[in-house]
């Protein structure tokens, strides 16, 4: 699976560089506040918390076309749903690795 869908992405804002940019910048912002959010609930086993932020981030990253880690995001949702304790580091480090390859991608995509 790819990191960054970026023919998604451009038609997502029809080719407008800056505003490319703008949504971007937002998602930098609010995506490290999301992870600790993340991070938290799975410390602290709060499902609700995990189910929460873990959408929220899966949204965000569709939108950008990360599908990969997307994908991640979505597996700490499932787990968060169904309370499960099981597979969660797994999942964290999943998407802890998906969002690290993506992190360049965007920073490649904007400074163009």
Known sequence: MEVLDRDFL??????DQELLKE???????????ILQSIRDAVTSA????LDRSAHQLK???????A???AAAATE???????????GLEDAMGALDR?????????????SN
């Not at 998906?98 to 904007?110: I, S």
């Open 10 to 15: 451009l038609s997502n804002v029809d080719g």
């Open 23 to 33: 949504i971007v910048g937002l998602f930098v912002e609010s995506s490290g506040e």
């Open 46 to 49: 709060n499902y609700d918390a």
């Open 59 to 65: 949204g965000a990253l569709a939108n950008l076309g």
């Open 67 to 69: 599908q990969a880690a």
């Open 76 to 86: 700490l949702e499932n787990l968060g749903r169904r309370g499960m304790l099981t």
């Open 98 to 110: 998906e969002m690290e390859r993506l992190a360049p991608e965007l920073l490649d995509l904007v």
